[in-house]
Nanobody
Framework: EVQLVESGGGLVQTGGSLRLSCAAS????????IAWFRQAPGKEREGLSCMSSGDDNTYYSDSVKGRFTISSDNAKNTVYLEMNNLKPEDTAVYYC???????????????????WGQGTQVTVSS
């Protein structure tokens, strides 16, 4: 069974940086899409970034483009979200999600992903 575990969230000041990790286990398929989402209180879940295991193509939402970077370490079965120049509006619970044998659409859509992590809280103070 696929399990995703996020880590790396926390409290940071405006302009600061965090790196989120998403450790995957139980992944037995060769191709998959992986994405990062976030959900702020009272708001819908927002797709931020996605990538495919089969190529280097990445996608970023306008809200994070130029500030966030998605990357992967296949040897560690881990995907990262490097977040720089954080703003108070980035405060949310951040989730990673995985879908096997799937070419990710842009922007990533919540309904396309079967496996989800439990989320990690990111709070940016002003």
């Amino acid at each position: 069974e696929v399990q995703l575990v996020e880590s790396g969230g926390g409290l940071v000041q405006t302009g600061g940086s965090l790196r989120l990790s998403c450790a995957a286990s139980g992944v037995t398929f060769d191709d998959y899409a992986i994405a990062w989402f976030r959900q702020a209180p009272g708001k819908e879940r927002e797709g931020l970034s996605c990538m495919s295991s089969g190529d280097d193509n990445t996608y970023y939402s306008d809200s994070v483009k130029g500030r966030f970077t998605i990357s992967s370490d296949n040897a560690k079965n881990t995907v990262y979200l490097e977040m720089n120049n954080l703003k108070p509006e980035d405060t949310a619970v951040y989730y990673c999600a995985l879908e096997p044998t799937f070419t990710p659409s842009a922007p990533p859509q919540e309904y396309d992903y079967t496996y989800w992590g439990q989320g990690t809280q990111v709070t940016v103070s002003s």
